[in-house]
Structures are given as C-alpha cells and as structure tokens.
C-alpha cells in the first residue's frame, strides 16, 4: 500500500514536473512531401508575397487616393490590415516546415501566434459583417446611403470591430494561459485553438466553453447579419426593372459576396465539421484555404473587379 502511494505520489511529481517544464512546442507540419517540399515551399513563398505587397498597396491607394475616399473602401482597407496581420503572424513559421522534418518555437510563441492569429480572424469576420451592412445600404437605401454611413460612422464601427476583437482575445488569453501545458508535439501547420488545447493536462472544459460562446458575436451573429442583408439586397435587385441595372447593382456587392463565400466556408469547414470526420491532412489543407489562400484572394477579388481601384492604381504608376 505504501509502494503504491509512493508511485501515485511519483507519477503526480513527474506530471507537475512536465507541465511546468514545456517551454518549446512542437511543429509538425505536413509530413511526408519529399520531393514536393520545395516546389510547395516555392509556391506558399510567393503567394506570401504577393498577399503582403497586394494588401499593403490596397491600404496605401485607399490613403493616398481622393477618389478611394469612400466608406466601402476603408472597410477594403481595413480587411487588408487584418490579411497582412494573419499572413505575417502564419506564413513565416509555415514555411519552415516545408523545409524541415519538424520546427520548434517556444511555448510563448506558440502563444502569441494564435493570439495573433485569433484576433486577425475575430477582427476579419467583424469587418465582413459591417461591409455587408455597408452593401445592405447602398443598394437597398440608395437615397440615404451618404447621410447615414458617414466618415463619422465608418470610423466608429471599424473602431467597434477592433475594439471588440481586443477584448474578447484578452479575455481568452487570460484563460489559456493559465493553463499547464504538460505535451509539446503539435501535428498541425500553426498553433491553432484545438492542437494547442490538446498539448494541455488541465482541465479545458472552461476554456472551450467559453470560446464557444465567444462564437456568438464572433461568428454566429456576423452570419446572420450578412445572411440577411443579402436576402434583403437579392430582393432589392430582383425588384430593379432592367437587367442593366440589376447587373450594376450585384457588381456593388459581388466581391464582398465572394470573399464571404470563400472565407466563411473554409472556416465552418474546419471548425464546424466534427475533426473526427477529417483526415490529419484535411485539416491541414483546410487551414491553409484561410490562412493563405483567402488573404492572397481578397487584394486580387477586389482590385480585379473596381475600376475605382483600377483608376488609382494607374493613376499611381504614372507618378
């Protein structure tokens, strides 16, 4: 009995031990490429570079040009932000583990990783629920589209949407850091929510209960509201008499719908669809669509399609 009180004591000491003494995490990545690994690394580089220069120069027309000076792109500007905080805080680290069998970084940076992470995904999905609404506006509420979405309010909602996102990631930060992180293999691309969960001992009933309702005003009231605004937008355009029109009307709002479309479904795919359902590697690609693929896409989607854009930038290379 004694023997058997020692061991339990032992093995509690150990545990202790571990989860105080996980300092480096983990990652790693896909495995397997071989010979794949430096044509993928090549192709993730350059759409890395392509997403930072494309979504930096979005935010430097939108400032500099007179003719971008319009709420609907400062909302554009805005998502460009938030692109440029998730390629930045994913892509770099991502990289490396196409190189390598496996990358290590501390357990503070896996922290701050999905903090950054967190926010640039909470701050993105707030900003298409208010360019929705935006949409909603200028179609539905032509005549008084300029006296209510105003500088003064475009500027309180992006305001709203950062603020928020500061706030609840405070809030999340506070709860999973106080956790005691005990395994340090992660085998996914970056330190997501669920992986970064399961190198934890403790109990993360709380924390996950908690993250489920932050998804309320994260991602279920967003939904909603971006739902709903274009039921009432497609009735709006459906009432217009000529196709002229109804074709100039949905060309307003076809590139908002087609970020939506692309960034909201891969984002339900991976955290919506039970990940018992899913392959390791599903999960990983699924990951890199709103990682990388959907910040690459917004610059591309919405230079490509406003010829406002098209103006300033050309504008901007005869300078």
């Known amino acids: 009995m004694v023997v058997l009180v020692y061991l339990s004591r032992s093995k509690q000491a150990a545990l202790e031990?571990?989860?105080t003494t996980v300092t480096t995490i983990v990652l790693l990545g896909f495995q397997n490429l071989r010979s794949f690994k430096v044509a993928?690394?090549?192709?993730?580089?350059?759409?890395?570079?392509?997403t930072i220069c494309g979504n930096f120069l979005i935010i430097l027309l939108v400032s500099c040009s007179k003719t971008l000076r319009h709420p609907m792109y400062f909302f554009i500007s805005q998502l460009s932000v938030?692109?440029?905080?998730?390629?930045?805080?994913?892509?770099?680290?991502?990289?490396?583990?196409?190189?390598?069998?496996?990358?290590?970084?501390?357990?503070?940076?896996?922290?701050?990783?999905f903090f950054f992470f967190?926010?640039?995904?909470?701050?993105?999905?707030?900003l298409l629920m208010v360019m929705s609404f935006d949409r909603y506006l200028a179609i539905c509420n032509p005549l008084r589209y300029n006296s209510i979405m105003d500088l003064v309010l475009s500027?309180?909602?992006?305001?709203?949407?950062?603020?928020?996102?500061?706030?609840?990631?405070?809030?999340?930060?506070?709860?999973?850091c106080n956790l005691h992180f005990c395994r340090r293999v992660i085998n996914h691309l970056f330190c997501d929510l669920f992986p970064l969960l399961d190198?934890?001992?403790?109990?993360?009933?709380?924390?996950?209960?908690?993250?489920?309702?932050?998804?309320?005003?994260?991602?279920?009231?967003?939904?909603?509201?971006i739902?709903?605004?274009?039921?009432?937008?497609?009735?709006?355009?459906?009432?217009?008499?000529?196709?002229?029109?109804?074709?100039?009307?949905?060309?307003?709002?076809?590139?908002?719908?087609?970020?939506?479309?692309?960034?909201?479904?891969?984002?339900m795919a991976?955290?919506?669809?039970?990940?018992?359902?899913?392959?390791?590697?599903?999960?990983k690609v699924l990951s890199l669509l709103y990682t990388v693929v959907t910040p690459l896409l917004n610059p591309i989607i919405y230079s490509l399609r406003n010829k406002d854009i098209q103006k300033a930038l050309e504008k901007l290379a005869k300078i």
Request: aromatic content about 8%.
């Open 17 to 19: 031990v571990n989860q």
């Open 40 to 50: 993928i690394f090549i192709l993730l580089f350059l759409a890395y570079i392509v």
């Open 82 to 113: 938030a692109d440029v905080m998730l390629s930045a805080d994913i892509v770099p680290n991502m990289l490396k583990t196409f190189l390598e069998e496996h990358v290590q970084m501390s357990l503070t940076g896996c922290l701050t990783q």
């Open 118 to 126: 967190g926010a640039a995904e909470t701050s993105e999905c707030l």
């Open 155 to 176: 500027l309180k909602l992006v305001l709203i949407c950062w603020l928020l996102t500061i706030a609840m990631f405070i809030l999340t930060a506070t709860k999973i």
């Open 199 to 225: 190198l934890s001992c403790s109990d993360t009933s709380v924390v996950q209960m908690e993250i489920f309702l932050l998804c309320v005003p994260v991602v279920v009231l967003p939904s909603l509201v």
């Open 227 to 267: 739902v709903i605004s274009y039921i009432y937008i497609t009735l709006t355009i459906l009432r217009i008499p000529t196709g002229t029109g109804k074709q100039k009307a949905f060309s307003t709002c076809s590139s908002h719908l087609t970020v939506v479309v692309i960034y909201y479904g891969s984002l």
């Open 270 to 283: 991976i955290y919506f669809v039970p990940s018992k359902g899913q392959s390791l590697v599903l999960s």
